[in-house]
């Protein structure tokens, strides 16, 4: 393979674009350009290499009721896209199957091992070693029955090959009340996990680096990819190549729908506020505080709140109640933060069974697609693409990627 157009900007996108060019594959990376657009952009920054269940599970659907919007939690379902998430939640429900669930909790322990080093290595060929930061991350309880229910929980998880966690002592704990209204009751810390130093500040470093290389960014949104590695732009450009990677996000459904590959793709939208003006320190890594359901990051340019799964149309509007709710969390917790602050909401691209898509499509080998990351595209984003890149070489992967073929939808 000689040369590849590579459909998505995104995190996922943008390293398996780095990956190919600097194996020397003449890569086009394909981008609509709205840097916002997608959860490359948004995310809480979480290399999440603990996260090796998936989240069709029956306990997640037995938790529903209680984790719903309408009951304080964080899951919601747009009503107005009913049609999308109906047909998609069924599947969700065939993929708790206990035995798929294994097999699928397997198949990301053994994806997730490598993921913090794989970030270390691609922060290395861009030239940006600074953009990671191995300091584990923190689950934290507000109250005593809070924390009794989260660490009986914590004991009985599985949590990968390269993660463990430990109880964080009272000094620790003591740090967050400088921040906080009070300390948390209780909270683990986690080791052989991290975050990076801002989303998108990863994203540009590892594109400027790409570019560095000789790699090619085209600003235009790819309507149309043909199985010969033809692909058509809004603008009617018309762009050829050895192969073609699809790695749009939510938005890859239409475009491998196109070739005849069922991708059940759903927009699981998540939301955020962002302060320029902060006191939290930086290094107190990325801490979730369980029962507000909120997510908190430090990066260079403020502190990032986090939040929902909203299931629906990736190209919705953002809804209001997200961000005021959001906003009353903050408060809550006694954090400071600017009166206006910075919203965003994104799509993360989900699948039914909560797994990745990544291979080379078997009756069209010149179809490369790497998608369906969910909650996990910024962790899975750097090993993902040295997978691709091995596909590309015509290479085993490190990694079998069986679990994760696309045919797995029929």
Same mark, same amino acid.
């Given at each position: 393979?000689?040369?590849? @157009?590579?459909?998505?900007?995104?995190?996922?996108? #943008?390293?398996?674009?780095?990956?190919?060019?600097?194996?020397?594959?003449?890569?086009?990376?394909?981008?609509?350009?709205?840097?916002?657009?997608?959860?490359?952009?948004?995310?809480?920054?979480?290399?999440?290499?603990?996260?090796?269940?998936?989240?069709?599970?029956?306990?997640?659907?037995?938790?529903?009721?209680?984790?719903?919007?309408?009951?304080?939690?964080?899951?919601? +379902?747009?009503?107005?896209?009913? #049609?999308?998430?109906?047909?998609?939640?069924?599947?969700?429900?065939? =993929?708790?199957? *206990?035995?798929?669930?294994?097999?699928?909790?397997?198949?990301?322990?053994?994806? /997730?091992?490598?993921?913090?080093?794989?970030?270390?290595?691609?922060?290395?060929?861009?030239?940006?070693?600074?953009?990671? &930061?191995?300091?584990?991350?923190? !689950?934290?309880?507000?109250?005593?029955?809070? $924390?009794?229910?989260?660490?009986?929980?914590?004991?009985? %998880?599985?949590?990968?090959?390269?993660?463990?966690?430990?109880?964080?002592?009272?000094?620790?704990?003591?740090?967050?009340?400088?921040?906080?209204?009070? *300390?948390?009751?209780?909270?683990?810390?986690?080791?052989?996990?991290?975050?990076?130093?801002?989303?998108?500040?990863?994203?540009?470093?590892? @594109? $400027?680096?790409?570019?560095?290389?000789?790699?090619?960014?085209?600003?235009?949104?790819?309507?149309?990819?043909?199985?010969? =590695?033809?692909?058509?732009? =809004?603008?009617?450009?018309?762009?050829?190549?050895?192969?073609?990677?699809?790695?749009?996000? *939510?938005?890859?459904?239409?475009?491998?729908?196109?070739?005849?590959?069922? %991708?059940?793709?759903?927009?699981?939208?998540?939301?955020?506020?962002?302060?320029?003006?902060?006191?939290?320190?930086?290094? /107190?890594?990325?801490?979730?505080?369980?029962?507000?359901?909120?997510?908190?990051?430090?990066?260079?340019?403020? /502190?990032?709140?986090?939040? +929902?799964?909203?299931?629906?149309?990736?190209?919705?509007?953002?809804?209001?109640?997200?961000?005021?709710? @959001?906003?009353?969390? &903050?408060?809550?917790?006694?954090?400071?933060?600017?009166?206006?602050?910075?919203?965003? +909401?994104?799509?993360?691209?989900?699948?039914?069974?909560?797994?990745?898509?990544?291979?080379?499509?078997?009756?069209?080998?010149?179809?490369?697609? #790497?998608?369906?990351?969910?909650?996990?595209?910024? !962790?899975?984003?750097?090993?993902?693409?040295?997978?691709?890149?091995?596909?590309?070489?015509?290479?085993?992967? =490190?990694?079998?990627?069986?679990?994760?073929?696309?045919?797995?939808?029929?």
């Amino acid at each position: 393979m000689k040369s590849i @157009l590579v459909i998505g900007g995104g995190l996922v996108g #943008a390293s398996c674009a780095l990956r190919l060019q600097a194996a020397g594959v003449q890569a086009t990376l394909i981008d609509p350009g709205d840097k916002r657009r997608g959860a490359s952009y948004g995310n809480a920054g979480h290399i999440g290499s603990e996260q090796v269940a998936p989240w069709a599970a029956w306990g997640n659907v037995l938790r529903a009721p209680k984790s719903s919007f309408g009951m304080g939690g964080p899951l919601d +379902f747009r009503w107005s896209d009913v #049609a999308l998430w109906t047909p998609w939640s069924m599947q969700f429900l065939r =993929a708790c199957d *206990p035995a798929r669930f294994e097999r699928g909790r397997e198949a990301l322990i053994a994806l /997730l091992a490598d993921s913090l080093p794989a970030w270390h290595r691609i922060a290395e060929l861009a030239g940006a070693p600074e953009i990671v &930061i191995p300091h584990g991350h923190v !689950t934290a309880w507000s109250t005593a029955r809070g $924390a009794e229910d989260g660490l009986a929980a914590f004991a009985n %998880a599985k949590w990968g090959r390269t993660t463990s966690y430990r109880e964080m002592t009272g000094a620790e704990l003591e740090r967050y009340g400088a921040v906080l209204n009070h *300390p948390p009751h209780a909270a683990v810390i986690f080791s052989g996990t991290g975050q990076v130093s801002e989303p998108q500040a990863a994203r540009e470093a590892i @594109l $400027a680096s790409f570019v560095e290389r000789g790699g090619e960014i085209v600003t235009g949104s790819a309507t149309r990819v043909e199985t010969s =590695a033809r692909v058509t732009l =809004a603008n009617g450009t018309v762009r050829e190549a050895d192969a073609v990677l699809v790695c749009a996000g *939510p938005w890859s459904r239409r475009l491998m729908e196109q070739i005849g590959v069922p %991708a059940p793709l759903i927009g699981e939208r998540g939301y955020h506020l962002q302060s320029a003006e902060t006191n939290w320190p930086h290094d /107190l890594p990325t801490t979730v505080f369980e029962e507000n359901f909120i997510a908190v990051s430090r990066f260079t340019s403020g /502190l990032r709140c986090t939040s +929902f799964v909203e299931f629906g149309s990736p190209d919705a509007p953002g809804d209001e109640r997200k961000w005021r709710r @959001l906003k009353a969390r &903050i408060e809550e917790l006694g954090i400071k933060f600017e009166a206006n602050p910075d919203r965003w +909401f994104g799509s993360r691209p989900s699948l039914p069974d909560f797994m990745p898509a990544i291979g080379r499509l078997e009756r069209a080998p010149k179809v490369l697609y #790497a998608f369906g990351h969910a909650h996990l595209g910024l !962790t899975e984003a750097p090993i993902t693409a040295e997978i691709i890149a091995a596909i590309a070489a015509d290479r085993a992967p =490190a990694v079998d990627i069986a679990p994760f073929r696309i045919e797995r939808f029929g």
